[in-house]
Structure formats: structure tokens, C-alpha cells
């Protein structure tokens, strides 16, 4: 059947590129989705003439534009009928058209994330085929498809493959042998062999079925890479292909491409692959989902995670969210059932343990130096014994603020409400937030003073402190800065992995996921600024990252330790940290968070506004929350508009309303109900958050 009747009267859905060939009786309309905030799908007549089926890009007008659409239904009718109505200009059948299962996960994102159905489907497209094709269009496309072929390797060669322990194999089997439909929890200590499991569930739906596809979510660029190799090196007879945020255009247009004609049948990337057009999807696996780049930060803010779920479920297909961490919404699924819970308890390789945890005392306030003399002695040790050290900081540049002691001046963001960051090497003040910049003053700007100060410590002042304390010593440091430029972070990491490097220091983006095999000792310095942030989700990433980190010790050989610097011993974080015991930290958080009332036992939503001055956003927002409270029923609550934590971003000043309810069916009702058709002043922008991470 090509026609397929759906829920309305006269709607015809036709899919498939074979509908091409089939010429309807009658007048043939399309809806067309287009990338204008606020527009719906556009009625447009089909020319006698032109085959198109559901799911084609075609090329239209709007208002004065010509835009690349895609067509989401065909119908005999519309309701435009009697006034002008346009006709597609074109048909752009140079690639098979997106699939009514595309559709719909594009239509569900726009819904549940409160935003136009052409803005999601546009932005889940690449760029090269949402443009008005070019000259070369057809040249490029060729190219694209070159790139994308299966290496032409021997089956036999395959690589060599771990022999399972009894709690891998259980897992696999659970999820080789689910029918339909069925999420995943693999909750598995650090380095306890998750991305094992996810290789040999690949391998086996991969064989049973020569179509299936299997998209793998990974969330950090940098990892993007090392897995990708890793499934490579197993699975040498596939093209896998890989998608990131920093891929040119054209690498993304390949790839998206070899996954939409199945060429390729494996997909690693970051979260916008969430909204790839498979031919058929068979398994997601999603790994560190707990991660917070899962969240998209502007734009359609969808979770890659929650669309990964509902995906599966759309395909009838198995999803495993993997985590030694899970999120506390994956981990309260899993308590109630929704999800079926696969657990890694042991660390994979016979020799490695998971490593010792002690919290230490930091150095005094004022002493100038972040490394204690105990944790200073552990690295000198363990440096003798041959292995590599791991010092994590979560802070770039070199200190956080300069100030001047005569007068009191701080360096601070003429944008924004936010301190500049001191940046030594690149003799440069810095606003993390807007990336504004300035050369370092040689004197206090307002009194003159010429001894201003650094104060505090970021990881450039770290990379000095222990250049000082192990003079020789190989010392690499990794985060943002040192990594900007394109494939820096690939090869800083590879020379770790090397063992060219003694001491790596870094910001979070050593902690998560990386294999390494040598390192012996982890040391954590300043946890403890993010344990008193008054953030509702705070604690919980503290407690994952920082389990992330620890779990970079001792992967490989022998007993890794990890040290933490902290003032505050008893906390009952640190204390399951040092027991590594995240069930614990997990159950008595979310028994909290049942008590107050919070997520996940309450669904949430954020409406920001932005305006030149505070007062207008907050006016805005009051008359929203007003108009909110006249309807709101009781399982629906609309609380008071404050400024936002970040209040000035870009000389735009900020303000936010948090709405929550009881259930996610009556909190997304209300919503669709207050914000239709709102109409804010001129000089006011305004989005809503759906599941907002950062409240
Ligand atoms: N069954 C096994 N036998 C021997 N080695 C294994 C086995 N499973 C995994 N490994 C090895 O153990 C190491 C850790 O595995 P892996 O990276 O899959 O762990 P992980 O659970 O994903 O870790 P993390 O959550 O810390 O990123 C790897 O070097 C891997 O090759
Ligand atoms: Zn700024």
C-alpha cells in the first residue's frame, strides 16, 4: 500500500520512493515543513506534472523567499482552497525521501519541546540539504557517496575480542534477546567493560538482521574519536560513520547521508545525531547518559537521551542507557520498573580494582599554593613508581579574577554580570560566558595601583604550581584552551595513551570516559565550590563527575588511589563518593527530593526573557505567571519570575519562570494553553525550556 489513510477525513499519506512513480487522481496539496519560527506546515499545490512523495526536500516560496521544505503530508484538499495558493517550485529527488518514522520523531520533538514542526525537522537536517542546492549539488553528493563505502575487508580479520565475564554476558544477552521494544539500564562501575557490552549487542543485531542500523550516542566530542576507532578496529568490514558539532558541512552531509541510503549501518556521534534519518534502526545505545551535553544549550532544547528512548520505541527497538553514574531520572525508572536494570558490579580486567578514595585537607586559605604537601608527596611517589598521574581542577585560564588590594577593583565583563577570567599566556582577560576580551592592564584601572593580583586558581596557575613542584616532569594540560583548535584535544589525549606525559592536568574534560591505562593516582582539588552552589541538580553532577574522574585510577594494573581535597570531610556526598557507592548517594538523594517535592517527582518547565533592562523581562514574565495562576488547577504550579542566576549576558538582561507539575500530560496541556498565541513586547525574547537541567 502506498496510500495509507491516517486520522484525518481526507488526508492521503504516501511514502517511499517508489510514490514517486504513482500520479494521483485530482489536485495533490502539500504541507510543507519550513525553517520560519511560527509558521506551521504551508499548504502548496503539487504542479500536474511533478511526482513528490511524503518526505522529499522540495523548493518553495515564502513570503519573498525561495527555502528548502520537506514535504510532511500529501492531501487532496486544503484549506486554503478558493484563495491564491502557490505551487512547489521543485522536487529535490536526489536522495531517497525522509521517512514517515523521521517525521514523526521531528513532529514529537516539536511538540514536546513546545516549538515549530519545520523548526525541528529543518534543524535535524544538515546544512547541505536544507540549502537551495548549488552548481555542484549532484558533483557533491557523488563525492559524498564515494566516502561512504564499506572498506572491502576479509571477514576473517576481525580483531580479536574479549572473552565476557559471567555480569557482561548476562547483559548482552538480556538485551540480544529483548523483543520489541525494551529500555536499558547498564549501570556499571568505571572501567567495568560498558563499551564491551555495547560492541557485542552491536555485533549480533548487525548479523541477524543485514539492514539494521545502530546508532551509538556519545557525549563528548573528544570521545567521538577514540570510540569510533574502537568500533572500527571491531567491526573492520563496515564504514561507520560519525557525527559531530565541529564537522565541516560537508563531513556531516556524507555521513548523515551514508546513514539515510543505509550504506552506513553505524552511526557514533555526539547528540545531534539523535535526529538522523535511518532506513532502519535497530538498536541505541547511549553512553554516560547521565551526561549533561545530552541537553541541546539554545535552539530546540531537546534531551538526545529522552528522544533516544522514545525512538526506540517508535522502532520497536531495545535502547540501553549505560552510566556508572545513571541521571537520578534513568536511576528512579529503573527503581519503579520502566526500565529494566543490567548491572556491572566488577571492573573488567583481572587486575584492575576499582581504586582507594581519601578525602585530604587543602591547604590553608592565603597560602597561594592549591596542592597540599600530602597529595604533592602521593604524586612524587607515584611518578617514582613509573605511572601517570591525573590532576583534575574544574576551572580554566590561569585564575578566575585579578583584583587590585589597594582599591578593591575586580576585572569584570563589560557584558556581562560575570568576573573576566585571567588568562597568562594569552596575556588576556577573558568573560567565559560571551567571550569578550581585553589585554591585561599593566596598572589598576581605577587607582592606578600597579600590583594587581591574581586571585584564585584555574588550570594554567596549576600547570605552573606543579611545573615548580616536579621540575622535569612531563606535564600536559587539557581543557578548552589548550584544546581549541581542531584535533588538538585528539592528539593531546593520544599522547597520553602514549605514556609521553607525566602529570596530565585538566578540567572535566579528562574525566569522562577516556580509557587510560596507566594512570595510578587521581587528585581533585576545590570540589568543594559546587557543593555550595544553591543549583537543585548541583550535588548530583558533583557526585557523577567526580566519580567519573576517581574512575580514571587504576583501570589497568593494580590498585589505582584517589585523592580529594576538601574542607568538608563529612559531607555525605564525599562519604559515598569515597565508598563509591552510588546507589547509596542516589537512593537517599532522590528520598530528598521525594520529600521536597522536586524532580523527578515533578515535571518542570523554564520560561526565559530577555530585554536591554531586567524590569521588562520580569514585567513580561508577571503577566504570563498571572494570566498562568487564573487557570492553573492544582497539579500545575507557576511560580514568582526572578532574575536569572547569569542576570546580564551579552548586555541582555535576564529573567526566568519556573512552572511544574505533576504530571508531564497536565504540565504540557497548561503550557500549550498559556503560551499560545502569546505576544511579547518588541524589545522582549522569550523561549520555554521543557525539562530545564540548570534550575
Ligand atoms: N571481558 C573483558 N576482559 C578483559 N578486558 C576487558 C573486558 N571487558 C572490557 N575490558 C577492557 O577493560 C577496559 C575498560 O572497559 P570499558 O572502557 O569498556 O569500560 P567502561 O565501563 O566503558 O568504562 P567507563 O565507564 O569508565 O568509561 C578496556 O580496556 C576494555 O578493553
Ligand atoms: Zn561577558
Not at 253 to 272: K, M
Not at 320 to 336: I, N, Q
Not at 646 to 673: I, P, Y
Amino acid at each position: 500500500m502506498l496510500f495509507s489513510e491516517t486520522s484525518g477525513k481526507t488526508q492521503k499519506y504516501i511514502f517511499g520512493e517508489e510514490a514517486r512513480g504513482i500520479v494521483p487522481e485530482g489536485n495533490l496539496y502539500a504541507k510543507v515543513l519550513v525553517d520560519v519560527p511560527g509558521l506551521g506546515p504551508l499548504d502548496y499545490k503539487v504542479p500536474d506534472d511533478m511526482l513528490v512523495a511524503v518526505g522529499d526536500r522540495v523548493t518553495a516560496n515564502v513570503q519573498t523567499r525561495k527555502v528548502v521544505g520537506v514535504v510532511a503530508a500529501l492531501e487532496n484538499a486544503t484549506d486554503l482552497q478558493g484563495k491564491r495558493i502557490r505551487s512547489i517550485t521543485s522536487v529535490l529527488n536526489d536522495v531517497p525521501p525522509l521517512s514517515a518514522e523521521w517525521l514523526a520523531l521531528t513532529r514529537f520533538a516539536s511538540l514536546y519541546y513546545l516549538r515549530g514542526w519545520g523548526e525541528a525537522a529543518l534543524s535535524a537536517l544538515p546544512l547541505f540539504f536544507k540549502r537551495l542546492p548549488k552548481k555542484n549539488h549532484r558533483a557533491m553528493l557523488e563525492k559524498f557517496r564515494r566516502k561512504g563505502i564499506a572498506p572491502s575487508v576479509e571477514r576473517s580479520s576481525t580483531q580479536s575480542k574479549p572473552v565476557l565475564n559471567a555480569e557482561q554476558m548476562a547483559a548482552v544477552d538480556a538485551v540480544v534477546s529483548a523483543k520489541g521494544f525494551v529500555p536499558f539500564l547498564l549501570f556499571g562501575v568505571t572501567g567495568s567493560g560498558k563499551t564491551e557490552v555495547y560492541l557485542h549487542v552491536m555485533e549480533e543485531v548487525l548479523h541477524r538482521d543485514p539492514e539494521a542500523q545502530v546508532l551509538l550516542l556519545v557525549p563528548e566530542i573528544n570521545l567521538t574519536p577514540q570510540l569510533q576507532a574502537r568500533v572500527k578496529a571491531r567491526f573492520p568490514h563496515e564504514y561507520v560513520a560519525a557525527m559531530h558539532s565541529e564537522y565541516s558541512d560537508g563531513e556531516r552531509a556524507a555521513a548523515w547521508l551514508a546513514v539515510h541510503e543505509g550504506r552506513a549501518r553505524i552511526l557514533v556521534g555526539t547528540r545531534l545525531s539523535i535526529f538522523s534519518s535511518f532506513k532502519k534502526l535497530a538498536l541505541i545505545l547511549v553512553d554516560e547518559e547521565h551526561d549533561l551535553s545530552y541537553k541541546a544549550g539554545d535552539g530546540l532544547r531537546y534531551s538526545a537521551r529522552d528522544l533516544a528512548v522514545w525512538r526506540a520505541a517508535k522502532n520497536s527497538c531495545p535502547v540501553v542507557l549505560g552510566s556508572a553514574t545513571p541521571s537520578l531520572e534513568s536511576w528512579a525508572k529503573a527503581l519503579k520498573k520502566e526500565y529494566v536494570l543490567l548491572t556491572l558490579t566488577q571492573r573488567a580486567m583481572s587486575k584492575a580494582k576499582l581504586p582507594q578514595i581519601d578525602l585530604i585537607d587543602p591547604n590553608p586559605k592565603g597560602s597561594g599554593m592549591l596542592v597540599s604537601p600530602e597529595a604533592e608527596g602521593s604524586i612524587r611517589s607515584e611518578l617514582d613508581a613509573g605511572r601517570q598521574v591525573l590532576v583534575f581542577l574544574n576551572r580554566r585560564g590561569y585564575s578566575p579574577v585579578l583584583s587590585c588590594p589597594s582599591c578593591g577593583w575586580v576585572s569584570a565583563c563589560i557584558r556581562c554580570s560575570a568576573f573576566t577570567v585571567f588568562h597568562k599566556r594569552e596575556k588576556a582577560l577573558i568573560c567565559h560566558h560571551c567571550g569578550w576580551r581585553r589585554p591585561v592592564p599593566d596598572a589598576c584601572p581605577v587607582c592606578g595601583n600597579v600590583d594587581i593580583l591574581p586571585r584564585g586558581t584555574g588550570t594554567e596557575r596549576l600547570e605552573e604550581e606543579l611545573e615548580r613542584l616536579f621540575p622535569g616532569k612531563r606535564i600536559l594540560r587539557i581543557d578548552r584552551d589548550s584544546t581549541s583548535k581542531k584535533h588538538e584535544a585528539e592528539k593531546a589525549f593520544a599522547r597520553v595513551h602514549a605514556g609521553e606525559v607525566d602529570i596530565l592536568v585538566g578540567t572535566q574534560m579528562i574525566a569522562k570516559g577516556h580509557d587510560f591505562q596507566n594512570v595510578g593516582l587521581v587528585v581533585i582539588l576545590n570540589a568543594d565550590t559546587q557543593l555550595l552552589s544553591p543549583a537543585a541538580r548541583a550535588r548530583e553532577h558533583l557526585f557523577s563527575t567526580l566519580m567519573q574522574v576517581a574512575g580514571r585510577a587504576g583501570r589497568a594494573n593494580g590498585k589505582g588511589r584517589v585523592l580529594i581535597q576538601t574542607r568538608f570531610k563529612d559531607e555525605p556526598l564525599f562519604e559515598a563518593l569515597r565508598l563509591q557507592d552510588y546507589r547509596r548517594f542516589a537512593n537517599e538523594t532522590l528520598e530528598e527530593r521525594r520529600e521536597n517535592f522536586s524532580v523527578p517527582f515533578v515535571y518542570q518547565a523554564l520560561i526565559t526573557a530577555e530585554s536591554d533592562a531586567l524590569a521588562k523581562a520580569v514585567l513580561f514574565l508577571e503577566t504570563i505567571a498571572r494570566r498562568g495562576r487564573g487557570v492553573a488547577s492544582g497539579e500545575v504550579r507557576v511560580f514568582d519570575p526572578v532574575p536569572m542566576p547569569l542576570v546580564r549576558l551579552m548586555n541582555r538582561e535576564r529573567a526566568q519562570l519556573l512552572v511544574e507539575g505533576d504530571e508531564r500530560k497536565t504540565l504540557h496541556r497548561f503550557l500549550r494553553g498559556l503560551l499560545e498565541g502569546v505576544k511579547s513586547p518588541s524589545d522582549v525574547v522569550w523561549q520555554v525550556e521543557i525539562d530545564p537541567t540548570d534550575v
